[in-house]
């Protein structure tokens, strides 16, 4: 592993040599319960059809609000991106089970599952991947040999981030259920990982400064009239 696979990209290399700018860094966080609020707004604001994408059915507001008040962080990983005006736009939950008796995949005494989901102004900027990027090596990191992912064939966002992965592709009935093979963890990886989160909880930390600050200066005594 070299250090481009540690750290996030310096300001000062976001030039290549043709001078065309990079793509920003993208920072991808484990969320916590005081983030419950932000996942929920989230799913919430996902489309019909995204819903139907993310969930293999459309669910109603109601049972969203259920699928969010379920997730138990005890338990479940979930991972998020977090824009600068501190919304979650981003959204990949790793989901923990018992290997059942019929799984010839797995060896382990668990498996997960990933399920990934992108607001729609902020698609095509690689989140889906990164997402499930990062939900692959904390699997590899917690002793998990295989990391399964299930969606409507016709989500083709997520079967592009499958095929990227390498993850091999079952499809029957309209829908697809895929599993990826996950190295057993080294150094490298618990490195990896820990430098990504590192890099993502500073990033976090900055974005909900700014915006704890942006609040304080709209209270303040002539403020809100100037801003007129």
């Known amino acids: 592993m070299n250090a481009s696979d540690m750290f996030p990209e310096d300001p ?28 929920m707004k989230h799913f919430l604001g996902l489309e019909e059809s995204d819903r139907l994408l993310r969930f293999g059915t459309y669910l109603p ?14 338990r479940d990983k979930v991972f998020g991106v977090i824009s600068h ?7 990949g939950h790793l989901a923990y089970a018992p290997r059942s008796e019929d799984d010839e995949h797995s060896n382990k005494d668990k498996v997960a599952e990933f399920g990934v ?19 692959a090596i904390h699997c590899r990191n917690d002793d998990v040999d295989t990391l399964y992912m299930h969606c409507l064939s016709s989500n083709q966002t997520m079967i592009h981030i499958a095929k990227k992965a390498g993850m091999e592709i079952h499809r029957a009935y309209g829908e697809a ?8 963890a080294d150094a490298a990886s618990v490195l990896k990982e820990a430098m990504q989160e ?27 009239g100037k801003s007129k």
């Open 12 to 39: 000062k290399h976001l030039l290549d040599s043709s001078n065309k700018p990079s793509k920003p860094t993208i920072f991808v966080k484990e969320l916590s319960e005081k983030d419950r609020h932000r996942i």
């Open 61 to 74: 507001d109601a049972m969203v609000e259920k699928y969010v008040d379920g997730i138990d962080f005890s």
């Open 85 to 91: 005006s501190f919304n979650a736009v981003g959204v």
């Open 117 to 135: 989901s992108v607001s729609g102004n902020a698609r095509g900027k690689g989140i889906g991947s990164k997402l499930f990027e990062r939900g």
């Open 177 to 184: 259920d895929a599993y990826l093979k996950l190295m057993p």
């Open 198 to 224: 590192q890099a993502a909880a500073i990033d976090y930390s900055i974005k909900a400064n700014t915006r704890a600050a942006a609040k304080w200066l709209r209270h303040l005594p002539g403020i809100r």
